[in-house]
């Protein structure tokens, strides 16, 4: 079965700063991979997703995420946040296990954005 | 582009009663769905994989007489949670895959339960 760590509970950066959360997954073949944002009260949006090929994904609001095999990583970037990138963002890792496909989520990792 | 959609959206139900929370694909037929629930501040927690005109597997810990999932066709499956509890309040989230090896997946916009 798989699992998935996010290590930061939660982030506070300026606004115009860069981003990175981090994500590392285990699963014993080659994984499909997500990022996923939440506003409070809100269901899931997806950011971006890695099946296959290059390993550095571009998803929607600027975001990118790199897959890294040797690491088991999968962490998510961005080179400026805006304050609207405030919430909560899940990392998922999916794959087939004996009762079919599944997709497990991290504990998530909750941005602050400051002025 | 594919939609899934679950309804309610929110609901209040007393202590002791049954609430149904369903949840379509509304344009792709999803032969697995997948149920989680969500606490306030925490993550989405796998419950059960619902498959079309099958028994739903459910997670180590979730109560099957407690959470009832039918999946009686290819676009819906619904969720009871049953002789509901305060405990019970919680954000429940829906997904379908499309395609076998569940590579597009698409959830719904969750349904907020409030045991009173």
């Known amino acids: 079965a798989q699992s998935v760590t996010q290590p930061d509970i939660h982030i506070t950066v300026s606004e115009g700063a860069s981003l990175e959360l981090r994500c590392n997954y285990s699963y014993g073949a080659t994984p499909y991979l997500f990022w996923y944002v939440q506003s409070p009260g809100q269901g899931l949006q997806l950011l971006l997703k890695?099946?296959?090929?290059?390993?550095l994904v571009q998803g929607i609001k600027g975001f990118e995420a790199e897959f890294k095999r040797s690491q088991s990583s999968f962490n998510l970037r961005k080179p400026s946040v805006h304050w609207s990138d405030a919430a909560e963002y899940f990392c998922?890792?999916?794959?087939?296990?004996?009762?079919?496909?599944?997709?497990?989520f991290g504990a998530g990792t909750r941005l602050f954005v400051k002025a | 582009g594919a939609v899934v959609s679950q309804h309610p959206s929110r609901v209040i139900c007393k202590s002791g009663t049954s609430v149904k929370i369903e949840c379509r694909s509304l344009?792709?037929?999803?032969?697995?769905m997948f149920w989680y629930r969500q606490f306030p501040k925490q993550s989405l927690m796998l419950m059960a994989t619902s498959n079309e005109g099958s028994k739903a597997t459910y997670e180590q810990g979730v109560e099957k007489d407690k959470f009832l999932i039918n999946h009686a066709s290819l676009t819906l499956s619904t969720l009871t949670v049953t002789s509901a509890h305060p405990e019970d309040s919680s954000f429940y989230i829906c997904?379908?895959?499309?395609?076998?090896?569940?590579?597009?997946?698409?959830f719904g916009e969750g349904s907020w339960l409030t045991v009173v």
């Open positions: 344009d792709f037929q999803a032969t697995t």
């Open positions: 890695y099946f296959s090929g290059d390993t």
């Open positions: 998922a890792v999916g794959g087939v296990n004996t009762g079919g496909f599944k997709t497990i």
């Open positions: 997904s379908a895959t499309r395609g076998l090896t569940g590579n597009t997946i698409y």
